[in-house]
């Protein structure tokens, strides 16, 4: 299994519009952050979570060549907003719509952005097409020759977030893929159990409403006590250096371009 971090910053990025703060000045790229995704290659299969306003640069940056299936953790602006950059992927699959999973939440926010696109094929080549599916969420599962996908539903403000899981059927990797949260109930923790790497939304130092903060993200870490952990969504008070020389064994910051082979 491969994980590729194409995003791993906040809806406003890294460096933020007019600040001149210490981290949106930094010389080092691992500071330079745009909107949280991650790019999954299980078994062959291409999964994409998620896409914010810089996919379309992601993916040439990343070099991502093929998508198979996409999935929407939720429908806010900075994980929904590079959608219609998916139509060259519909193209690759010979003008096929893409299989987009994601919770009842998600696919009504995509029919008012996107209602072109919801559909078998798209309007004229060219063009995004999603063939939109409710994910099954725990106990319930994704399967597929590859793998499994598990989802949970974790609380995000007013939303509810989809959790999910990566088991690749070929090496039984286990990868855990938690965003956009403000706390991860005992079930999350319970299905996170055993993975092999373990990705926490861990926004800032200080409270947030909606997002869980380094220190809650760091208890949540030590719970599920996987090999490695990786917080994500980070703002601009975070500096990698500096906070990666403050982080507990096993855990680290993740980056934009990050790739880890399980």
């Known amino acids: 299994m491969e994980v590729i971090f194409l995003g791993t910053g906040t809806s406003q990025g ?18 330079s952050r745009t909107r949280t995704s991650v790019h999954v290659i299980m ?6 979570v998620d896409a914010g306003p810089e996919f379309r640069m992601q993916c040439l940056r990343e070099k991502i060549k093929r ?20 139509r060259r992927f519909c193209d690759l699959l010979g003008g096929a719509a893409l299989p987009v999973y994601s919770t009842a939440e998600g696919m ?21 097409a999603f063939r939109l599916n409710e994910m099954p ?23 509810l ?26 079930s999350a923790i319970d299905l996170a159990r055993g993975a ?27 719970q599920i006590d996987a090999p490695q952990t990786y917080l994500t969504h980070l703002t601009h008070v975070v500096g990698h250096a500096e906070w990666t020389a403050r982080m507990p064994l096993k855990v680290a ?7 880890l082979t399980l």
Do not use: N
């Not at 078994?43 to 994409?48: A, N, S």
């Not at 286990?174 to 991860?184: G, H, I, L, N, S």
């Open 196 to 222: 092999d790497a373990v990705v926490l939304d861990g926004l800032r130092p200080t409270p947030h409403p909606s997002h869980m903060s380094i220190e809650e993200a760091l208890i949540v870490a030590r």
């Open 67 to 86: 998508l198979d299936l996409f999935i929407l953790t939720h429908g806010h602006s900075d994980h929904v907003a590079g959608m219609d950059d998916l």
């Open 108 to 128: 009504a926010r995509l029919a008012v952005i996107f209602p072109y696109a919801i559909g078998e094929r798209p309007v004229a080549p060219g063009y995004a």
């Open 14 to 31: 890294v460096p933020m519009i007019a600040c001149d703060c210490k981290v949106c000045t930094s010389d080092d790229p691992r500071d």
């Open 137 to 159: 969420v725990s106990p319930g599962k994704l399967e597929l020759p590859q793998g499994t996908i598990e989802a949970v539903l974790l609380p995000h403000g007013t939303v």
């Open 43 to 48: 078994d062959d299969l291409h999964i994409q």
């Open 253 to 259: 910051l993740a980056y934009d371009g990050l790739r």
């Open 161 to 186: 977030t989809l959790g999910l899981v990566f088991t690749e059927r070929g090496s039984g990797k286990k990868f855990v893929y938690y965003t956009d949260c403000k706390t991860v109930p005992q």
